[in-house]
């Protein structure tokens, strides 16, 4: 199958790839799977041009993969043990997003950081979402008490593309939470998670409809045509 370039100009413009393109994701997860869920529902609902065609985690028995399973999607463990080194595991895991021919890998809840040979074999198809307004509170998984304990008032989640540097790839929308006085690491999460479930299956959408051009380090988003 033809692979959907998501950066050159050309074919971010190009009449067949936008509206109708349907974006084959690969969605990569580590827990619970509600970001997961939320492109589920996006796509059922026929708000978002993509199908969910693999699912990949590296932990096993986790809520995400039934919500894989009760979709229909295959999906396949990847835990640390069952290889060599964190390489072979990532090397493994890519070889089964290319059996299934993925256009863009996203990262949804995934707590690990991927090995640099996968990153660079799918260049600028990597997508993560992180849930804070980065380039804050970046390089955690405690994104939301960081936030409380350095008091800060406004936070949110960021969809980004995933670049050697963590957390630190070109940013292509962020959705803001106020924080609360009385929030505690609990209630802070809840709210941005709230904003997550918005922002991925929307970067998704843009990056379906050809609508996001890389310059240099900024992700410009191409309004949407009119005719
Ligand atoms: C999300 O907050 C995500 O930003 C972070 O981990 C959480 C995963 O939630 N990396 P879920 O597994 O999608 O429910």
């Known amino acids: 199958m033809t692979q959907v370039d998501l950066r050159s100009p050309e074919t971010a413009l190009a009449p067949e790839v936008s509206p109708t393109a349907c974006l084959r994701l690969g969605v990569l997860i580590s827990g619970r799977g509600s970001n997961l869920q939320a492109i589920l529902d996006s796509i059922a609902r026929d708000v978002l041009p993509a199908r969910v065609v693999a699912v990949a985690s590296n932990h096993a028995g986790v809520l995400g993969l039934d919500r894989a399973e009760r979709a229909g999607v295959p999906w396949y463990v990847f835990s640390r043990e069952a290889y060599p080194s964190r390489r072979a595991r990532d090397e493994a895991m890519a070889e089964f997003l290319r059996y299934h021919e993925i256009d863009l890998v996203v990262l949804a809840g995934y707590d690990r950081v991927l090995a640099p040979a996968v990153i ?67 209630t802070l999460a809840a709210r941005i998670l709230a904003e997550e479930h918005k922002a991925l299956p929307e970067a998704i959408r843009l990056l379906a409809e050809g609508r996001v051009r890389l310059e240099g380090r900024r992700a410009r988003i191409i309004p949407a045509r009119t005719d």
């Open 120 to 186: 660079a074999s799918f260049h600028d198809r990597i997508i993560n979402v992180h849930p804070s307004l980065l380039p804050a509170f970046g390089g955690t998984l405690h994104a939301a008490a960081e936030a409380l304990r350095y008091g800060v008032k406004v936070s949110g989640c960021t969809v980004h593309f995933v670049t050697d540097d963590l957390d630190a790839g070109p940013i292509i929308l962020q959705r803001a939470v106020p924080v609360r006085d009385d929030d505690t690491e609990v």
